[in-house]
């Protein structure tokens, strides 16, 4: 993966409110307001690493915004950014059970958010995502596999030139996996940072 001056400046940016989030939270471990920008920070990350680093960001992220709901059962910034993280990590499974499990949750968390704030249509169109996604993974699916089978190249002798296009196809399609990885967390890591960085002001200053 290539990376602009812009996401370079984003990934630096994030880093610094990771650092900052986990310095506060030496000092304050039950401040969940926190631990909420320190899972969005998070979320953010995720978008810059490959797929295993990405779930090991979302991962990390699910466990804090789920001492979030823990501190705050009705916080509903929490509940809404839970779900979405659960509904990001479903997409990065390649195995359906384990992604319907993880949908399920995103669902779970997504319906109290609503429950909690009936008004709010994000949420509404977040939880209407949730409940879509095991659909849509499946469509994901089968594109990839309609591109490694245009790709597979006719003609017999299974030769250097077929060996070479399959290299080519592999790349084409880890690229495919990436960018659609990374769509889906971005979306969710934008809307959830601007909603809590309104909600919550700014990073308190790094230790020092």
């Known amino acids: 993966m290539e990376f602009s ?16 989030c986990e310095a506060q939270h030496a000092k304050d471990p ?35 915004l789920e001492k979030v709901v823990t501190l705050d059962p009705g916080k509903h910034q929490a509940l809404w950014c839970l779900g979405n993280a659960y509904t990001t990590q479903a997409f990065l499974f390649p195995d359906t059970d384990v992604a319907k499990g993880h949908f399920d949750k995103a669902v779970e ?17 977040a939880l209407d ?8 993974l499946m469509e ?24 070479s296009g399959g ?3 592999k790349k084409k399609n880890n690229d495919f996996t ?9 979306a969710c890591g934008i809307v959830a940072w601007v ?4 909600a919550l002001g700014p990073p308190p200053p790094p230790a020092r």
């Not at 812009?6 to 994030?14: G, K, N, P, Q, T």
């Not at 401040?31 to 090991?56: C, M, R, Y």
């Open 140 to 163: 994901l699916k089968q594109n990839q596999m309609m591109q490694q089978a245009l790709g597979g190249g006719g003609g017999g002798g299974g030769g250097p030139s077929n060996a």
């Open 109 to 125: 968390y997504l319906q109290r958010a609503v429950d909690e704030d009936p008004g709010n249509e994000i949420y509404r169109k």
């Open 178 to 186: 990436y960018d659609v990885c990374g769509w889906i967390i971005l």
């Open 167 to 169: 290299k080519k196809n």
């Open 5 to 20: 001056t812009a996401d370079m400046e984003s990934v630096i940016l994030f880093e610094h409110i990771r650092k900052a």
């Open 30 to 64: 039950l401040d969940s307001d926190n631990l909420l920008k320190w899972a969005g920070s998070l979320i953010e990350l995720a978008q810059f690493q490959t797929v295993p680093d990405a779930k090991w960001f979302i991962s990390d992220a699910i466990s804090k």
């Open 129 to 136: 995502v949730a409940k879509k996604g095991p659909e849509m």
């Open 195 to 198: 909603g809590m960085a309104k």
